[in-house]
T-cell receptor, first 116, second 112 residues
Framework: NAGVMQNPRHLVRRRGQEARLRCSPM?????VYWYRQLPEEGLKFMVY????????ESGMPKERFSAEFPKEGPSILRIQQVVRGDSAAYFC??????????????FGQGTRLTVV | QQQVKQSPQSLIVQKGGISIINCAYE??????FPWYQQFPGKGPALLIA?????SEKKEGRFTISFNKSAKQFSLHIMDSQPGDSATYFC???????????FGAGTTVTVRA
């Protein structure tokens, strides 16, 4: 049973380029979350999605960041016109969304974005 | 504003000792309190979790103590081993909200 799969594991982008981060949730999980972790800090919530719906994007920067979770395929976190301050580890998590353990979130290995 | 405050930032313990990490929260609507363990270069892994209807939960060498009136909860690692050396995060969420509010993390180093 594969866990949460994220790719790429490492991504290097020049300032002004676009970054696309992908996340496939665990089998049977319908809820996806994206978190950002800056060096020496805890994880900060960015966005919560269900299939084809953004449920809560209160942690997303207002500009340049967007997320989607299409009917088919992985969830995508997209960062346009990256700046050095976007350099961080981005983690995706998924949870069942129903049942006794509906809120139990499992994290992927993360994508480490470096903006040069 | 951090909703969950975690301390200490780091701690060193001898093999066989007890590691204790504390967290405090303000939002009384929180009703799910998980702990995550993270090794360098890896994602956080769910370690143990508790809900406010119990005051303690134990899984192997890991124990969560929960004090609802004080709005505090803690993780105890008994008989600490070098393999326990990692960063530990406490977190909290509201039942129908799902998103987790994380503490800043505690780096635990277990010396052999």
């Amino acid at each position: 049973n594969a866990g949460v799969m994220q790719n790429p594991r490492h991504l290097v982008r020049r300032r002004g380029q676009e970054a696309r981060l992908r996340c496939s949730p665990m089998k049977g999980h319908s809820h996806v979350y994206w978190y950002r972790q800056l060096p020496e800090e805890g994880l900060k919530f960015m966005v919560y999605l269900q299939k084809e719906n953004i449920i809560d994007e209160s942690g997303m920067p207002k500009e340049r960041f967007s997320a989607e979770f299409p009917k088919e395929g992985p969830s995508i976190l997209r960062i346009q016109q990256v700046v050095r301050g976007d350099s961080a580890a981005y983690f995706c998590a998924s949870s069942p969304g129903q049942g006794k353990k509906k809120t139990e979130a499992f994290f992927g290995q993360g994508t480490r974005l470096t903006v040069v | 504003q951090q909703q969950v405050k975690q301390s200490p930032q780091s701690l060193i313990v001898q093999k066989g000792g007890i590691s204790i990490i504390n967290c405090a929260y303000e939002n009384t609507a929180f009703d799910y309190f998980p702990w995550y363990q993270q090794f360098p270069g890896k994602g956080p892994a769910l370690l143990i979790a508790i809900r406010p209807d119990v005051s303690e939960k134990k899984e192997g060498r890991f124990t969560i103590s929960f004090n609802k009136s004080a709005k505090q909860f803690s993780l105890h690692i008994m008989d600490s081993q070098p393999g326990d050396s990692a960063t530990y995060f406490c977190a909290a969420s509201i039942a129908n909200d799902y998103k987790l509010s994380f503490g800043a993390g505690t780096t635990v180093t277990v010396r052999a």
